[in-house]
């Protein structure tokens, strides 16, 4: 079965940097693009940046020149490299594959960003 796990978050000052990681299982990793979602308390999950199967990347707009998703096909690994963190990018980060007619998501890591 598709299993999504990410790791990596935590509590980070405002300006820091963590790097979350997806390691995927149960689908051919290197024929699908990946995605990272957020959803902070309160608010509806959003988009944050989708890896395509040729490394093309898209970001949120909020997201652009601070974060970098990458992905290592031999690891299947999925990574979000997020920069100059702010406050508002607290929330619970989610690995995502959406396979045939369904989406499939990670159980999400916790991001909080606060000095």
């Known amino acids: 079965q598709v299993q999504l796990v990410e790791s990596g978050g935590g509590l980070v000052q405002p300006g820091g940097s963590l790097r979350l990681s997806c390691v995927a299982s149960?689908?051919?990793?290197?024929?699908?693009?990946m995605r990272w979602y957020r959803q902070a308390p309160g608010k509806e999950r959003e988009f944050v940046a989708r890896i395509a199967v040729t490394g093309r990347t898209t970001y949120a707009d909020s997201m652009k020149g601070r974060f970098t998703i990458s992905r290592d096909n031999a690891k299947n690994t999925v990574s979000l490299q997020m920069n100059g963190l702010k406050p508002e990018d607290t929330a619970v980060y989610y690995c995502?594959?959406?396979?045939?007619?369904?989406?499939?998501w990670g159980q999400g890591t916790q991001v909080t960003v606060s000095s």
């Open positions: 995502n594959v959406f396979l045939a007619i369904t989406n499939y």
């Open positions: 149960g689908f051919t990793f290197s024929n699908n693009a």
